[in-house]
């Protein structure tokens, strides 16, 4: 039998997802990497962006939007203050954040706070990203 990874993904509210995988991949603020099966112990923030795991040869898509990784002894921790499973994001709300996003970025205004529309921004895209991967 081929080893596993745990992954344990862990928000405020909730146990999103607990399962046994092949491979984690994912991106820190650093850039993209991934975890296999005996990977060194290893912690990194991550970055707004889609959290991929692979369980029997079938991917799996997460929105996390920042957190930590760590990785020890075949179990990946992510503590993320929000994430959210592909199949479940709403595609037509994520949609209608990224809209409003880039049109507070378009009007250039004084009174718009650009560093919270690039956040807003960021996370409905890789909202997006999630679910366009599950469909």
């Known amino acids: 039998m081929s080893k596993k990874l745990n992954l344990k993904i862990i928000t405020p509210q909730k146990v999103l997802l607990e399962e046994e995988v092949d491979a984690v991949y994912s991106t820190s603020t650093d850039g993209q990497f991934g975890i296999l099966p005996d990977h060194i112990s290893y912690m990194t923030p991550l970055d707004v962006g889609v959290t991929e795991y692979i369980k029997d040869n079938k991917k799996e898509f997460i929105c996390t939007i920042g957190g930590i990784l760590q990785v020890k002894d075949n179990i990946v921790m992510i503590l993320s203050d929000n ?4 199949e479940q994001i709403d595609v037509t709300r994520a949609n209608a954040a990224k809209e409003r996003a880039e049109t507070r970025l378009r009007t250039g205004a004084t009174d718009v706070d650009a560093d919270r529309a ?3 921004l960021s996370r409905a895209i890789a ?4 679910a366009s991967k599950t469909m």
């Open 83 to 86: 994430a959210e499973l592909g």
């Open 118 to 120: 690039h956040a807003a």
């Open 127 to 130: 909202r997006i990203h999630a």
